[in-house]
């Protein structure tokens, strides 16, 4: 199993940037891909990007320019970088590890807000 830790939420004016974290730990070695969903009240959780263990890279249409992911290999960690924040991006987001097993692990999630 894989533990997933997440950090760099928060608020944000619209215009603004956060920068998301996800540490992996536990069974690393099994990590196909990572990648961050997010859920917002009332709407159904939606894939916001991910990323391969050999680097590949998608996104959803409407982050494609605004985000990026990128991930340490080695360390098993992966990064969202959010730039020109909207308040449609305001929702919480959770980090997964998807494995060659098949499996699926999450993390906690953490809120982004994005509010003037």
């Known amino acids: 199993q894989v533990q997933l830790v997440e950090s760099g939420g928060g608020l944000v004016q619209p215009g603004g940037s956060l920068r998301l974290s996800c540490a992996a730990s536990?069974?690393?070695?099994?990590?196909?891909?990572m990648g961050w969903y997010r859920q917002a009240p009332g709407k159904q959780r939606e894939l916001v990007a991910g990323?391969?263990?050999?680097?590949?890279?998608n996104y959803a249409d409407s982050v494609k320019g605004r985000f990026t992911i990128s991930g340490d290999n080695a360390q098993k960690t992966v990064y969202l970088q959010m730039n020109s924040l909207k308040p449609e991006d305001t929702a919480v987001y959770s980090c997964?590890?998807?494995?060659?097993?098949?499996?699926?692990?999450w993390g906690q999630g953490t809120q982004v807000t994005v509010s003037s």
């Open positions: 536990g069974s690393i070695f099994s990590i196909n891909a």
């Open positions: 997964y590890a998807f494995t060659r097993h098949g499996t699926m692990d």
């Open positions: 990323i391969t263990s050999g680097g590949s890279t």
